[in-house]
């Protein structure tokens, strides 16, 4: 049996659940079956709007009591700890049993439990026949902050599709250098503050730059934003994310659309492109192909569906 050292389990709306998909494959290289990915690869839950927790693995056994015996074995000491049981697909186990479990593995750890406030949130779980002990690392969700940012915007992207963005476009890599090619009112850059990432922002509009930054002050992010051009930036950048210009507010035709994506394609090697049209045409005249791409189905109040394009440099 392969093990692996972290459990991540997921949770994503249905309209989002082909943007995942895209995310997942970026971060880990492979895919979750179940909303369930086994890696060996450790990951900051609140890093993805769709990680609901990271299990980091202490004990696994096909056999429960052999599960016991081996975390009292550890002589685990923990000052206010939970202990939660997480029901994935297939796992049968009724909810007294699950009850009689959790006070095995709260008997079997030294020190107070504390349910409401607790230093150490611990799992149990079984998936595919396994028993998994492990500590869990919730997402905290404390970038939902940013949806107060000060200056908001009628075409701002949401926060999920933000954090996901930053994570196809840097594949998770912190060292990658990024720059959100038209950054609106910096909704991809708050996100990719958040989460440590080296990112630079430009917007033709000077008053949206103003508010990009006064975004990025109020959460204390400090990143370059350059009021210009697309095409007067000549720093190169490992990644570029565009979220292209629609609507009323932001309309371009589709000369605009090319200017912009042909000036980014010249300072990067690797483009994601959001767009609410098919620009594969476009794409295909500046020299990238295509490898990856999915929609954002309509949700709430949003009258489209947006398509996330992933592109690198033919060579
Ligand atoms: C859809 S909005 C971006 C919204 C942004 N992602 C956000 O969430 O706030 C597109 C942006 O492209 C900018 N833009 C249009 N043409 C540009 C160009 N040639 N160079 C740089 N930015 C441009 C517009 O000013 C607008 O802010």
Request: hydrophobic share 35%.
């Given at each position: ?43 900051e839950?609140?890093h ?126 912190k ?17 990719a503050c958040f989460a440590g990432h080296k ?117």
């Open positions: 049996m392969q093990t692996y050292k972290y459990i991540y389990s997921y949770n994503y709306d249905i309209t989002e659940g082909e943007l995942c998909k895209l995310e997942t494959k970026y971060i880990f290289n492979r895919e979750a079956k179940d909303k369930l990915l086994f890696s060996n690869q450790k990951v839950p609140s993805s709007a769709f990680i609901r927790n990271r299990l980091d693995i202490i004990s696994l056994s096909a056999d429960y009591s052999t599960l016991i015996n081996e975390i009292k074995q550890k002589g685990i000491c923990s000052k206010g700890f939970k202990v939660e049981y997480l029901v994935f697909e297939g796992d049968t186990t009724e909810y007294t049993d699950r009850l009689q479990k959790l006070r095995d593995i709260g008997f079997s750890i030294e020190g107070n439990p504390d349910y409401y406030n607790p230093t150490t949130t611990y799992a149990l779980c079984k998936y595919g026949g396994i028993w998994y002990f492990s500590i869990s690392i919730r997402n905290n969700n404390i970038w939902h902050k940013h949806k107060e940012k000060p200056c908001s915007f009628s075409n701002s992207l949401g926060i999920n599709i933000a954090k996901a963005l930053v994570n196809i476009a840097t594949k998770a890599n060292e990658k250098t990024l720059l959100d090619a038209c950054c609106g009112v910096g909704t991809i850059m708050l996100e990112i630079e922002g430009c917007d033709i509009n000077e008053k949206t730059c103003n508010n990009a930054r006064e975004n990025l002050a109020y959460f204390n992010y400090t990143a370059n934003i350059y009021h210009s051009d697309i095409k007067d930036i000549s720093k190169r950048y490992e990644a570029a994310i565009i979220d292209l210009p629609y609507n009323l507010f932001t309309s371009a035709t589709d000369n605009e659309i090319s200017h912009i994506i042909e000036s980014t394609a010249k300072i990067t090697d690797r483009l994601v492109i959001v767009s609410i049209s098919d620009i594969t045409s476009l794409i295909n005249n500046t020299g990238f192909k295509i490898s990856d791409y999915c929609n954002v189905s309509k949700s709430g109040k949003r009258k489209f569906a947006r398509k996330v394009w992933v592109c690198e440099r033919n060579n």
